[in-house]
């Protein structure tokens, strides 16, 4: 593996380097005032896909409306990364001097404030869908009160109404025959403005098919069980909302699981969400592809289910991905010197991911780790091995397996603002 960051170092040490400039956008017209970030490199076509995995990076985490890239190369030297990039992305990114197109309709970074209920006098129950698996966590004021939980799609199950089906007896079982006040759903899917699923995994392609089957799911699964309010997110905006609520500040919030997901909250309290598993870290010549985008070196492909997997199977151990974390857990709990192996290696990705933290989102003071596969041994090796090297204070959640379920819970009764994109992807 060879990181982004170390190889950006290694090109702006270059005798030739010059400056390219990435301009975030967070308008589009001649008014907008954009975020720049100068990267120096050789003007040599090894430069290209290093320079624009760099402003890949920023607008995935930023959501700007527009992307400017003033290169020291014509546009047509860009290609084909520049095509791949724009593959990716829906807000354009366009190569200077490309005239600003200030009538053109986009959409820009929103924030959603959402209309807070009184929650009803029963439990709050908190209802998170994973790739993976689900669970449900019952709340009594702060306490959790009852559980929850299974596959998301157990063999033979496919379809909305499977999983809705399902979900309901999930509620009901950690209900356990008490009045519900509120429900909470955080879904790992991209979701827009009011909740609107924007864009599915593709574990939830292959199984549900389309996003227009999610229309109306929240509301279906809480029909007849839920006295209170009812809302759904992205799991990890949920999640932000949550820590954001509690009084985190300037902190990356992580998750490793069927995909590699966060968002991040700003000095304001603010919630972005974000892409992340599509963050380019991994830009060596051998750099794994994407499952269905054509990027490499991407964090899906690495800290997930799936790049657990790679590794545990490279170093003699092997498991299907859904029960990575298990196999990952039972090899470190047995003593198998492969099992610290793995995590080694996966301490090194995560690295990377830290240092485009580092270098793209200036100010923040911490990164912060979940996922089931992260309680027990796991976690608390991989927080001591990132800790060696990390260029910012790294550790791992406190209750890495039921930290969404409760974020879900108190969704209805948090208030702090969510930003991101009405749209956010290409529907791929």
């Known amino acids: 593996m060879r990181t982004l960051a170390d190889t950006l170092a290694d090109l702006g040490r270059h005798p030739l380097a010059v400056p390219w400039r990435i301009r975030l956008h967070r308008t589009w017209g001649t008014a907008s005032s954009p975020r720049e970030f100068v ?11 290093p320079v624009l ?7 995935l985490l930023s959501n700007p409306a527009a992307v400017e890239v003033v290169a020291p190369l014509p546009e047509a ?3 084909p990364a520049l095509s791949r990039v724009r593959a990716v992305h829906q807000v354009p990114f366009f190569v200077a001097p490309a005239p600003v197109e200030s009538r053109r309709q986009l959409d820009v970074p929103s924030v959603d404030r959402p209309v807070l209920q009184q929650p009803g006098p029963g439990l709050a129950l908190g ?13 009594r004021a702060e306490a959790v009160v009852g559980s929850a939980g299974g596959a998301t799609w157990p063999p033979g199950e496919f379809g909305i109404e499977s999983l809705i089906r399902r979900s309901r007896a999930l ?10 006040g509120s429900l909470g759903i955080g879904l790992a899917a991209p979701l827009g403005v009011g909740g609107q699923v924007l864009e599915l995994s593709t574990i939830l392609r292959e199984r549900v098919g389309s996003t227009s089957a999610f229309d109306g799911f929240a509301e279906r699964v809480a029909d007849g069980l839920v006295e209170g309010p009812v809302v759904c997110f992205n799991d990890l905006s949920t999640l932000g909302r949550y820590l954001s609520a509690g009084g985190a500040r300037r902190l990356v919030r992580v998750q490793i699981g069927t995909s590699f997901g966060g968002c991040w909250i700003d000095a304001d309290g603010d919630v972005v969400a974000t892409e992340m598993g599509r963050l380019v870290v991994d830009v060596g010549p051998d750099a794994l592809a994407h499952t269905y985008l054509p990027l490499t070196g991407a964090m899906r492909t690495y800290l997930s289910n799936l790049g657990v997997g790679h590794v545990l199977a490279a170093c003699g151990i092997e498991a299907v991905p859904a029960e990575a974390g298990l196999a990952l857990r039972a090899a470190l709990e047995a003593g198998n010197p492969a099992g610290a192996e793995v995590v080694r290696r996966l301490a090194a990705v995560m690295v990377g991911v830290l240092q485009e933290f580092a270098a793209l989102l200036v100010g923040m003071q911490a990164v912060e780790c979940g996922g089931s596969m992260l309680q027990g041994p796991a976690g608390a090796l991989l927080q001591a091995e990132v800790g060696k090297s990390s260029p910012l204070p790294f550790r791992v959640a406190a209750r890495p ?14 208030a702090a603002p969510l930003r991101g994109l009405r749209r956010i992807g290409p529907g791929r």
């Open 127 to 139: 209802l998170d869908i994973g790739g993976t698996s689900m669970k449900v966590v019952a709340m």
């Open 53 to 59: 995995a760099r402003a890949h990076n920023a607008s």
């Open 39 to 49: 990267v120096f490199a050789p003007a040599l076509g090894r430069s290209v896909w």
């Open 77 to 79: 030297e860009l290609e």
């Open 171 to 180: 509620l009901v079982e950690a209900a356990a025959g008490e009045a519900v």
């Open 401 to 414: 397996g039921e930290d969404g379920a409760i974020a879900a819970a108190l969704a209805p009764r948090v």
